[in-house]
């Protein structure tokens, strides 16, 4: 199983950026995926979360400004994120709901730098 995620960098207060999940080695259509973030010295948490259905859910911190989605044909789920602000500054990462809950398959992540 991986699950690759990508697009971070560096980006001003107020500015967006659309990050990326490719899946391989699940059953992509029937998998909810969710992005997750850790911020230096916290703890990893999640931030949106899309049903195999596309019924999303969002941490409180994130409503309104990001966005998830996904593409079936291309095994990629998607996060936009729009109005960033400092305290968005973390590494990004993707992952299945079981695998979060059983620490396995987390990828490299994605690092998301906003700066003030």
């Known amino acids: 199983v991986q699950l690759q995620a990508s697009g971070g960098g560096l980006v001003q207060a107020g500015g967006y950026l659309r990050l990326s999940c490719a899946a391989s080695?699940?059953?992509?259509?029937?998998?909810?995926i969710g992005w997750y973030r850790q911020a230096p010295g916290k703890q990893r948490e999640l931030v949106a979360v899309?049903?195999?259905?596309?019924?999303?859910t969002y941490a409180d911190s994130v409503k309104g400004r990001f966005t998830i989605s996904r593409d079936n044909a291309k095994r990629t789920v998607y996060l936009q994120m729009n109005d960033l602000k400092p305290e968005d500054t973390a590494i990004y990462y993707c992952?299945?709901?079981?695998?979060?809950?059983?620490?396995?398959?987390w990828g490299q992540g994605t690092q998301v730098t906003v700066s003030s």
């Open positions: 899309i049903s195999s259905g596309g019924t999303t």
């Open positions: 992952n299945t709901p079981w695998g979060a809950r059983t620490n396995a398959y």
């Open positions: 080695g699940i059953t992509f259509s029937i998998s909810a």
